[in-house]
């Protein structure tokens, strides 16, 4: 079976541009959760959809970013304008339903903001 | 109160020593405790997970020890070996109060052969 798929694997770009994360979560699959790690903050919750509706993006750090899940299959992250600061690593990951089943994670986009 | 503190930060065993990773947690809406082991370049992936109505859980080496009353658990590594190196995570999930699942900081374990 397919795991999570996430694309690019890398972006680097620069400041001021937008950028768009992508996720293909397990076909199945009713959660999809989305991730930010860095050294300094660690791996925190950006958002989470559940049946493609957002239940709490309350760790969407401003208004520069913005999530959408438009079915089942697909949900992008996009961060516009983007700064330094959103340099990160960015997971996708996706469960059964909700925060109490296991989530499967896909292996992340590596964004760097010059 | 959201926060879940997970220490030692690193960690270095022997192969075939006991690793153990301790979380702690303060809001009791937190009712699955799942671990996660990292690898570099890699997605986080589920090792074990416990509710709060056990207070242990084993599965092959690893063991999840739970303390409901202190709000602590903690990961048991048996026998641990080099391919075991890698990051650890626990982390506290909720259904209520805004289904956050939070993550501790993360445990760099390397277990030298």
């Known amino acids: 079976d397919a795991g999570v798929i996430q694309s690019p694997r890398h972006e680097v770009t620069e400041m001021g541009q937008e950028v768009t994360l992508r996720c293909k979560p397990i076909s199945g699959h009713n959660s999809l959760f989305w991730y930010r790690q860095t050294m300094m903050r660690g791996l925190e919750l950006l958002i989470y959809f559940n049946n493609n509706v957002p239940i709490d993006d309350s760790g969407m750090p401003e208004d520069r970013f913005s999530a959408k899940m438009p079915n089942a299959s697909f949900s992008t992250l996009k961060i516009q304008p983007s700064e330094p600061r959103d340099s990160a690593v960015y997971f996708c990951?996706?469960?059964?339903?909700?925060?109490?089943?296991?989530?499967?994670f896909g292996d992340g986009t590596r964004l760097s903001i010059l | 109160q959201q926060q879940v503190k997970q220490s030692p930060q690193s960690l270095i065993v022997q192969k075939g020593g006991i690793s153990i990773i301790n979380c702690a947690y303060e809001?009791?809406?937190?009712?699955?405790f799942p671990w996660y082991q990292q690898f570099p370049g890699k997605g986080p992936a589920l090792l074990i997970a416990?509710?709060?109505?056990?207070s242990e859980k084993k599965e092959g080496r690893f063991t999840i020890s739970f303390n409901k009353s202190a709000k602590q658990f903690s990961l048991h590594i048996m026998d641990s070996q080099p391919g075991d190196s890698a990051t650890y995570f626990c982390a506290a999930s909720s259904n209520t109060g805004g289904f956050k699942t939070i993550f501790g900081a993360g445990t760099r374990l390397f277990v030298k052969a």
């Open positions: 416990i509710r709060p109505d056990v």
């Open positions: 990951a996706s469960s059964l339903s909700g925060t109490h089943q296991p989530q499967h």
């Open positions: 809001n009791t809406a937190f009712d699955y």
